[in-house]
């Protein structure tokens, strides 16, 4: 496609506020979040909830709000990209945080030099998850940084969603006796980030798992406030997730490695490169802290839906060895899962 | 993690746990409240110990004590000391090195990390690296070379191929050492209160088991080689249990899927084509002869300590620094007054709370035995 004011890469006057900024923004980029509500550019753009939502789950009547910026590196990797991250990544914090996604605005930092070919990719990569997710991203920001201070692309976005988990999950909730849920297989997403980075060919068949969680989160939200917590497991992993919610809420946690599944590729790289599947992110997991009583419903129901066909109870939550997070391993032995330290794949989403 | 036989392996894991409680019992009943001392010799191994669990699993009165199989954990301090003098005294000059050593702090407490801003100092993940590395850099690369005969082949293999290349731009920094000769001098020491040893499992793939004839010959304590998974463990442990109960010391080899009892003789010719054994100095161990290994003198154009002219190494330990013991086995970290206080993984005083192989390191991260 040809353009006025600039041929294949971003320059400095794209991001002048000049005539080649309303091109880059007009031509390139607002083309792929058009709809017949929002078809003209503005500062600001208002929406509006539907009184009645939905059949079965009801709206409670609050709005939750993220924001989440995006800077993985390289921007393309298997089984995923920049951009459908930066929608999908937001859309499932506001997911596990118990709300419907709907709104998503769109901030982009690009370097100079930045291949348009590779905005477009990226711009319709999060069409496509925006439409997946049932959100609508209704404004947004271009800004163009010189050659040398930036990472090519960087995209923030800021989601707003509708609140249906009555009463919402929260960390504090999380009681002794409660059964630790990962919501399907751990690792690849950070396997396939580095191995796409360092150009490992003996990680060439993982794929991200990067993917759409609030399906998966608002099967578990007629549970309750036997669903207690949710949160997708990214940076730091499983293991950093759950030392949050052992020091947040004050407990206990107990893991039994032999009931974490990771795919047998996975396991086989991380082996190789001397990382731990617990320790590395995902983009398409997240873990949940249901009641006992519940462990059975919850695993079904995650089950039955596409992503969580590996959903499993991996432990419980305990009063015994508070704010610390006990493995059991393959051999019944028992050790400590600390936050990770240490070389963490930075850059990773 | 799941690998579908997740039950069988805990079912045979206590199994074994209960047969080293029988034994255990059986020497406890002979001299009650006796301290059974193992060594687990292999830094790999002190990690593998602590990620499977397996100290929750013993009975008491089963000490499991590291040695100086850490190759970061016993280098002189002065090695990086003169490494990062010629970083900064020869422009021309990169160091290439392991990840481990970038971390371990001088005399002085200088890091090589510390002087990443010199844009010199870079690290690789295997030695073929380095040849990227001589062609693109157009400087003069000096390869930290630390490890223990599991690495030494390989690099052996690399400066072959270097000469055959006609590379010109690359020294080795030669600070290899040898795992039998450390292990005599150990059990040599009066100090030494070690009733059975681990086996390194890499190391003694390419030695096998005739190296360690000694340990049976002059000592007579059991020694058994292990590997790494968490079943192969406690069946070492097992076996080592079983002899002491048995009151029989010689070598036995738990790890047959990949050490040979001649071990490699592939790697074992191509090291002794490049290298030979010379006196070397260890943290903790004093100067030992014949425990390390320097460039043949048909490989000594790719002599670095040559070529630069470095100062010849010593070794003075940071105050208050125990590694010097916990690597003969004679200090446990916890027992260190400097563990988790003055000296963890962000700010360490020693090489053992560094390396990711290291004792302290490992008892940090994975917590004490208690749990």
Redesign the interface.
């Known amino acids: 496609m040809k353009y006025r004011f600039f041929d294949a890469h971003i320059t400095m006057e794209c991001g002048s506020g000049g005539a080649a900024s309303r091109e880059l923004v007009e031509k390139v980029i607002f083309p792929y979040f058009r709809s017949e509500t929002y078809s003209i550019l503005s500062d600001a753009s208002s929406f509006a909830f539907p009184r009645e939502h939905g059949g079965v789950r009801s709206y409670t009547g609050r709005l939750l709000m993220t924001t989440d910026t995006y800077t993985v590196d390289p921007p393309f990797f298997p089984g995923g990209d920049i951009g459908m991250l930066s929608i999908f990544g937001t859309c499932n914090d506001l997911s596990v945080s118990g709300a419907k996604p709907q709104y998503l605005s769109v901030g982009f930092i690009l370097e100079e030099g930045f291949e348009i070919e590779n905005l477009t990719r990226a711009l319709a990569s999060m069409a496509r998850a925006a439409e997946e997710a049932q959100v609508s991203v209704i404004t947004g920001d271009t800004k163009v940084v010189p050659r040398g201070k930036g990472g090519g692309i960087y995209i923030n976005t800021c989601g707003i969603g509708l609140g249906e988990a009555s009463p919402l999950p929260e960390a504090t909730r999380v009681r002794p006796g409660d059964t630790v849920i990962f919501s399907g297989p751990l690792g690849s997403h950070g396997i396939a980030v580095l191995a796409a980075r360092e150009n490992l060919a003996l990680a060439g068949g993982i794929r991200s798992d990067v993917g759409c969680l609030y399906p998966l989160c608002a099967t578990l939200f007629p549970l309750g406030e036997n669903l207690r917590f949710m949160r997708d497991a990214t940076r730091g992993g499983a293991a950093a997730v759950l030392n949050e919610i052992a020091s947040g809420a004050g407990v206990g946690i107990e893991i039994n490695?032999?009931?974490?599944?990771?795919e047998e590729e996975v396991?086989v790289v991380s082996d190789l490169l001397?990382l731990n599947?617990l320790e590395i992110a995902n983009e398409g997991v997240f873990i949940a802290i249901v009641a006992q009583a519940e462990e059975e419903r919850a695993i079904e129901s995650l089950r039955a839906v596409k992503g969580g066909e590996k959903a499993?109870a991996v432990g419980l939550v305990t009063e015994a060895?508070p704010g610390?997070v006990?493995?059991?391993?393959?051999?019944?032995?028992?050790?400590?899962l600390?936050f990770p330290?240490?070389?963490l794949l930075p850059r990773i989403c | 993690m799941s690998t579908g036989i997740g039950k069988a392996t805990g079912e045979l894991a206590d199994s074994l746990v209960r047969g080293i409680r029988e034994y255990t019992d059986k020497i406890q009943f002979e001299v009650p409240h006796r301290e059974i001392v193992i060594m687990e010799v292999c830094g790999t191994h002190t990690v593998a110990l602590r990620k499977h669990g397996i100290h929750s699993l013993l009975p008491p009165h089963i000490s499991l004590v590291s040695g100086p199989g850490c190759p970061v954990c016993v280098t002189p301090s002065s090695y990086i000391g003169n490494a990062i003098d010629l970083l900064r005294k020869n422009d021309s000059v990169l160091i290439a090195t392991f990840g481990d050593m970038a971390k371990v702090p001088d005399e002085r407490g200088r890091t090589l990390a510390g002087e990443a801003g010199s844009g010199r100092v870079a690290v690789i993940y295997s030695p073929a690296d380095l040849f990227g590395l001589c062609e693109r850099s157009g400087r003069e690369v000096v390869f930290l070379g630390i490890g223990f005969e599991t690495t030494v082949p390989t690099i052996a293999s690399m400066l072959k191929a270097a000469r055959g290349a006609g590379i010109r731009n690359l020294s080795v920094y030669c600070c290899f050492k040898l795992v039998p000769p450390a292990l005599k001098a150990l059990l040599r020491d009066p100090a030494c209160a070690v009733d059975a040893l681990l086996l390194p499992g890499h190391v003694s793939a390419i030695l096998g088991l005739g190296p360690y004839e000694f340990i049976r010959d002059l000592y007579r304590i059991p020694a058994v080689v292990a590997g790494f998974e968490g079943l192969d463990l406690l069946t070492a442990i097992y076996m080592l249990l079983r002899q002491l109960a048995g009151g029989t010391g010689f070598i036995e080899n738990a790890y047959t899927r990949v050490v040979k009892e001649q071990g490699n003789l592939k790697a074992v010719a191509i090291m002794e084509e490049v290298f030979a054994p010379a006196e070397s100095l260890w943290r903790g161990l004093g100067t030992i002869p014949l425990s390390g290994l320097s460039l043949k003198p048909e490989f000594s154009d790719f002599n670095a300590e040559a070529r630069f002219g470095l100062p010849q190494l010593t070794h003075r330990e940071p105050a208050g620094c125990g590694c010097f013991l916990v690597i003969q086995g004679r200090l446990k970290p916890l027992d260190c007054p400097l563990f988790g206080t003055r000296c963890t993984p962000d700010r360490p005083v020693g090489p053992c709370m560094v390396s990711s192989e290291g004792a302290c390191a490992a008892w940090f991260y994975y917590g004490a035995s208690a749990v």
């Open positions: 490695e032999t009931r974490v599944v990771v396991s001397g599947p499993a060895h610390i006990i493995l059991e391993t393959e051999v019944r032995g028992r050790r400590i600390g330290r240490g070389l």
